[in-house]
Nanobody, 123 residues
């Protein structure tokens, strides 16, 4: 079955950087939009960033715009999230997700999900 596996999370000080990766398998990767979402304890899952299937057009939550960059490598079936200038409020479990063709900011619109990777930003 389709698998999405996130990696790259960890503990970092405020102002630091992390690069998350999401490797996919058994997915026609080039036909899917990819999204990153996050969920902090006691909070709802929220949209972070997304990239469409073909042109590479990207979308960001206002809270991460200018600090995070989403990208994809269709040859490697992998999507990335470069996170710079991290803040304590970025602490959450980060999930990647896939849906056909065009991105959406609603988590419920995505068909496939990874299990998540923890990002903790200390002050």
């Amino acid at each position: 079955q389709v698998q999405l596996v996130e990696s790259g999370g960890g503990l970092v000080q405020a102002g630091g950087s992390l690069r998350l990766s999401c490797a996919t398998s058994r997915l026609t990767f080039s036909g899917y939009a990819m999204g990153w979402f996050r969920q902090a304890p006691g909070r709802e899952r929220e949209f972070v960033a997304a990239i469409n299937y073909s042109s590479g057009r990207t979308y960001y939550a206002n809270s991460v715009k200018g600090r995070f960059t989403i990208s994809r490598d269709n040859a490697k079936n992998t999507v990335y999230l470069q996170m710079n200038n991290l803040k304590p409020e970025d602490t959450a479990v980060y999930y990647c997700a896939a849906r056909p063709y065009e991105p959406n900011t609603g988590w419920y619109e995505y068909n496939y999900w990874g299990r998540g990777t923890q990002v903790t930003v200390s002050s």
